[in-house]
C-alpha cells in the first residue's frame, strides 16, 4: 500500500505504525492522534491555495520514472564526506560510510528506535509540534507518525567533515518517508548536505537544534527525476549567538514543496533560509512551493530569506513567507526576498509575502517581485556576439547568483552553478 | 565597408519618424566622425545599425561590406564584424565582467568558424588588453559595469572593442565622461585598433576627442539627415560657431 493510500486513511491505527521501542512509539502516537484531531490539507485551506495537496494525499499514487543521469556524478561527489544512502527510502548499509566520526554520535532512527532511553525523544515530533501553529502542517505530523528511518544525529565539537545524506531513487513506484532529528551542542559545527530525489513520492521532516554559538549550515540539492514528488518540512530552533543556513536547489520535480519553520529563540542568533529553482513545464510539469515561517523571539537576531526561481512553459512557482517579531525582538533584521523570473507568458508565480511586527526598534523588509528577461541587458550581451539562448542562460544564472551565494563553502557554490550552467546548455541542445 | 542609403526610422510604438534619410558611407580603413546636437538622431542611427528592438526602418537601407545588415539579428551584426561602443553602457549585476567577455569572444569564434580560446589563453589576452586601458583585476571580476564609474564604464567598452577586434566600429560619445587622462588612454586604445582593414564612426560633441582620433571625415547631423560633410576643420567650426550657422546655410 503507498503513503498516499495510507495518509487518506487519516487515522493511522497502531498496527500500521513501524515497530519501535518505546519511547518513539510514544512520539508516533501523539502524531497519530493528532493527525486524526486535524486531518489532511484540502482544497479548502487557504495554506494550500496554490498547490494542490491532492496529489499527496490521493489514492492513485503517481508514479516517477527513474532518471538516467547518463555518467553524471551526483553532487558532492568530490566533497570528503560522511556518507549515509538511503535506496527509495531503505538505509543502505553497503553504499554508505561506517556511522561515527569525532565529536559526532551518528545512528539510523530504526536503530535509535530500538533503545529504550535516547536523547532524540527530546527533539523528535517535539520541534515538528511546535511548528504547528499558526498553521496545521499535517503532513509533517503524518511523517512523525509514520517514518520508516532517517538519522539522529548529535554533533559536540567542529566537524571535520559534512554529513551527506544520499536519497537514491531506484524504483518507479516508491514512497519514502524520512525523519532526521539533528542536536548541535553549545558551539558547535556541522555542514549538512542532502542530494537526491529519494523516491517517487518523498515526505521529509528535518527536525534541527542549533544551541548557543553553534552553527549549522545544509545545502540540499533535490533530485531532477521529472515526476518526481516531494514534500519536505525543516523546523529550527536556534538559539543565542547561533547560525543556521539552509540553501536548496531544485531542477525539475512535478511537484515540491519545501516548507521551513525557524524559531530564533536566542539572541543575537542569525538564521538564512535560501532557495534556486529552475523549472521548464514543456514536457512535464513543474510545480514548486517554497513556504516559510521565521519567528523572531529575541533580541539582535537577523534573518534572511532568499528566494529565485525561473519559470518556463507552464512551469508555477510559489512562495508563502512569514517574518513574526514577538513584541520582545527588538533590533530584529529581518529580510525576505522571493522573485521570480517567468520565460514566457504561460509560466506562473504567485506570492504572499508576509509580515508581522509586535516589537518597535526593528529593521524588516520584503519584497517580491515577477519579471521578465532584462531587454537591456539582453540586447547588450547579443550586440557583442552573444546568441539569443546563451545570452538568456547567463542572465538566467545571474538572476540566481544572490540565492546561490548564500551557500557558504565556496566551492559547492560553484559547483551547484556549474551544474545548473549544464542544465540549461542541455536545454539549448 | 559600412554604406548607409537613404535611411527611414520610425519608432515601433509611435507615430514619431526619427532618421529622416540618412546617407552615409565609411570606406574600409577611413575614421568619419558625426556630430550634431542633441535629439538629430545619431545614438538611433547607432542602435538601429547595431539592431535594437523598438524602431522601424520604413525605407532605405545598410550594409557592411555588401551585406544587408538590416535582415540580421544583432549577433549576426556583431559576427559580421560590427560593434557598437555604447553612449550608455548596460549594466549587468550577476554576470562577472570576466565570464561576458569570455563568452562575446567564444561566441564570436564559433559563429566564424574558429576554436573557443582556452581558458589560459584568455586569461592571458584579456589581461594584456586590460592592462593597456589601466583596467585593475577588481574590475574584471565585478559584474558588468555594476558600479562602474562613468569613465569606467566607458573604458570597458573599449576594452571590448579591442577583445573582439570588430572590423566596423561605432563609437557612440565614448568621450563624454571621459577624464583628461581617460580620455587619451580611450584614444590611444582606438588609434591602436585602427587598420586599413578596420572603420570607425565616432559619434561626439567635442573636437577634444577629434585632436586625438584624427578624423579622415567629419559628418554633421541634424533632424535625422546628415546635412553636411567635410573634413576635420567642419569639427573645428563646430567648436567655435555652434550649429546655428551649419543650419541656417542648409534652410536657406
Ligand atoms: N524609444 C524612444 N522613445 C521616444 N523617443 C525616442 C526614443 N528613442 C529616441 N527618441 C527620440 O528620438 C530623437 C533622437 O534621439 P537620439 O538619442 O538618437 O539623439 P542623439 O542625436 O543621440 O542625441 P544626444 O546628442 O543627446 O545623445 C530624440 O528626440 C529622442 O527623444
Ligand atoms: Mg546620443
Avoid at chain 1, 484531531?37 to 479548502?44: F, Q
Avoid at chain 2, 577611413?30 to 545599425?49: E, Q
Avoid at chain 2, 535625422?224 to 551649419?246: F, Q, T, W
Wanted: aromatic share 6%; hydrophobic share 40%; with cysteine.
Amino acid at each position: 500500500m503507498s503513503t498516499a493510500v495510507k495518509m487518506q486513511a487519516a487515522l493511522i491505527s497502531a498496527d500500521a505504525r513501524p515497530a519501535s521501542g518505546a519511547w518513539l512509539a510514544d512520539a508516533r502516537a501523539d502524531a497519530a492522534s493528532r493527525l486524526a484531531a486535524m486531518g489532511l490539507p484540502t482544497r479548502r485551506d487557504e495554506y494550500w491555495k496554490w498547490t494542490r495537496p491532492d496529489s499527496l494525499i490521493s489514492a492513485v499514487a503517481d508514479t516517477a520514472e527513474v532518471l538516467d543521469y547518463e555518467g553524471e556524478e551526483p553532487l558532492f561527489s568530490d566533497v570528503d564526506r560522511l556518507k549515509v544512502v538511503f535506496v527509495d527510502g531503505v538505509f543502505s548499509a553497503e553504499e554508505s560510510d561506517a556511522l561515527e566520526g569525532e565529536g559526532l554520535e551518528i545512528e539510523r532512527l530504526a536503530d535509535a528506535a530500538a533503545k529504550d532511553i535516547h536523547w532524540a525523544k527530546d527533539l523528535y515530533g517535539v520541534l515538528e509540534t511546535r511548528g504547528q501553529t499558526p498553521v496545521n502542517r499535517p503532513i509533517a505530523v503524518h511523517n512523525t507518525a509514520m517514518a520508516t528511518d532517517g538519522v539522529v544525529i548529535r554533533v559536540t565539537g567542529a566537524l571535520s567533515r559534512p554529513v551527506s545524506l544520499v536519497y537514491r531513487h531506484e524504483d518507479a513506484n516508491s514512497d519514502a518517508i524520512l525523519h532526521s532529528v539533528i542536536r548541535l551542542e553549545d558551539g558547535a559545527e556541522l555542514t549538512l548536505l542532502e542530494n537526491g530525489p529519494a523516491a517517487a513520492r518523498f515526505s521529509s521532516v528535518l527536525e534541527v537544534d542549533v544551541a548557543k554559538g553553534a552553527a549549522f549550515h545544509h545545502v540540499r540539492a533535490q533530485g531532477r527525476d521529472h515526476d518526481r514528488q516531494a514534500i519536505t518540512h525543516v523546523f529550527a530552533r536556534v538559539d543565542a549567538e547561533a547560525t543556521f543556513k539552509s540553501f536548496t536547489v531544485t531542477v525539475n520535480g512535478k511537484l515540491t514543496r519545501n516548507e521551513c519553520v525557524i524559531d530564533i529563540v536566542g539572541d543575537n542568533a542569525v538564521a538564512h533560509i535560501a532557495g534556486a529553482a529552475l523549472g521548464d513545464g514543456a514536457e512535464h510539469e513543474f510545480h514548486h512551493d517554497d513556504t516559510v515561517f521565521i519567528t523572531h523571539d529575541a533580541v539582535a537576531c537577523e534573518s534572511r530569506q532568499v528566494f529565485k526561481k525561473v519559470l518556463k512553459n507552464g512551469a508555477k512557482g510559489v512562495f508563502q513567507g512569514k517574518i513574526l517579531v514577538k513584541p520582545d525582538a527588538q533590533k530584529t533584521d529581518g529580510y525576505q526576498k522571493s522573485q521570480s523570473l517567468l520565460l514566457d507568458d504561460d509560466a506562473s508565480f504567485q506570492a504572499k509575502p508576509e509580515l508581522e511586527i509586535y516589537a518597535d526598534d526593528v529593521i524588516c523588509s520584503h519584497g517580491s517581485t515577477t519579471g521578465a528577461i532584462d531587454e537591456e541587458a539582453l540586447f547588450y550581451l547579443r550586440s557583442r556576439g552573444v546568441p539569443t539562448p546563451i545570452a538568456t542562460d547567463l542572465l538566467v544564472l545571474a538572476f540566481l547568483a544572490d540565492a546561490i551565494e548564500e551557500i557558504e563553502d565556496e566551492d559547492i557554490a560553484a559547483d551547484v552553478t556549474g551544474r545548473l550552467d549544464a542544465w540549461l546548455a542541455r536545454r539549448r541542445g | 565597408m559600412l554604406k548607409i542609403n537613404n535611411l527611414h526610422v520610425k519608432l515601433e510604438e509611435e507615430d514619431k519618424q526619427i532618421l529622416k534619410g540618412v546617407d552615409l558611407e565609411v570606406p574600409a580603413g577611413k575614421v568619419h566622425a558625426i556630430m550634431g546636437p542633441n535629439g538629430s538622431g545619431k545614438s538611433t542611427l547607432s542602435y538601429v545599425l547595431s539592431g535594437r528592438d523598438g524602431y522601424e526602418v520604413t525605407a532605405g537601407d545598410a550594409t557592411l561590406d555588401g551585406e544587408e545588415l538590416l535582415d540580421m539579428e544583432p549577433e549576426e551584426r556583431a559576427a559580421a564584424g560590427l560593434f557598437l561602443a555604447f553612449q550608455y553602457p548596460v549594466e549587468i549585476p550577476g554576470v562577472g565582467n570576466m565570464t561576458f567577455l569570455r563568452t562575446a569572444v567564444n561566441a564570436q569564434r564559433k559563429a566564424r568558424g574558429e576554436e573557443e580560446m582556452s581558458a589560459a589563453d584568455f586569461l592571458k589576452f584579456v589581461r594584456a588588453k586590460a592592462k593597456d586601458l589601466k583596467i585593475d583585476a577588481d574590475m574584471l571580476k565585478r559584474p558588468v559595469n555594476v558600479g562602474f564609474s562613468g569613465g569606467e564604464k566607458k573604458r570597458n567598452e573599449i576594452l571590448q572593442m579591442a577583445m573582439l577586434e570588430p572590423k566596423m566600429c561605432i563609437l557612440d560619445e565614448t568621450d563624454s565622461g571621459l577624464d583628461v587622462d581617460a580620455m587619451k588612454l580611450v584614444s590611444e586604445g582606438v588609434n591602436a585598433l585602427r587598420d586599413e582593414g578596420r572603420s570607425f564612426l565616432v559619434i561626439t560633441h567635442y573636437q577634444r576627442l577629434l585632436d586625438h582620433i584624427k578624423p579622415d571625415v567629419v559628418h554633421i547631423m541634424a533632424a535625422g539627415r546628415i546635412v553636411k560633410s567635410g573634413g576635420p576643420e567642419l569639427a573645428l567650426e563646430v567648436e567655435h560657431n555652434g550649429y546655428a550657422d551649419i543650419l541656417a546655410e542648409i534652410d536657406a
